[in-house]
C-alpha cells in the first residue's frame, strides 16, 4: 500500500466532515467510503483514516459503545433521550472527533 502522509490523512479527515456535516453520512467510516467513491480522496487516504478511527475505538464498532464504556452518564442519557436528539448530538459529537483529528494530523 502506498505511504499516507499525515496530511494526506487530514484531508481524508476534512472530506468525511463534509458528509458528517451535511448529514450525508452518519457514520466517520461510511463518510470516509462516500468520499473514496466520489473521488475526494485515495484508497490508501480511506484505509489509513479508517484504521485510525478504528484503533481509536479499540474493540467498540461504533462511538456510541465506545461512550457507553468511557462516559459516565452517556448510557442513561443515550436511554433516556428521544431519536432525533440522539442522532444530532452524536453527529456533532463526530464532527468534534473529526476537528480534534483533522487538528492532530495537520500538525503532525
Not at 450525508?24 to 473521488?39: F, N, V
Not at 481509536?56 to 461504533?62: A, E, P, Q, T
Amino acid at each position: 500500500m502506498a505511504k499516507v502522509t499525515n496530511k494526506e490523512i487530514a484531508e481524508a479527515f476534512r472530506a468525511a466532515r463534509s458528509y458528517i456535516e451535511g448529514s450525508k453520512e452518519s457514520y466517520i467510516c461510511l463518510a470516509l467510503t462516500a468520499a473514496r467513491h466520489a473521488g475526494q480522496i485515495t484508497i490508501p487516504q480511506s484505509l489509513a483514516a479508517r484504521a485510525i478511527i478504528e484503533n481509536r475505538l479499540g474493540d467498540r464498532s461504533y462511538v456510541t459503545t465506545w461512550l457507553f464504556d468511557k462516559v459516565p452518564g452517556f448510557r442513561d442519557w443515550y436511554e433516556k433521550s428521544l431519536v432525533i436528539e440522539r442522532i444530532k448530538e452524536l453527529r456533532l459529537y463526530r464532527l468534534r472527533w473529526l476537528d480534534a483529528l483533522i487538528e492532530e494530523f495537520d500538525n503532525k
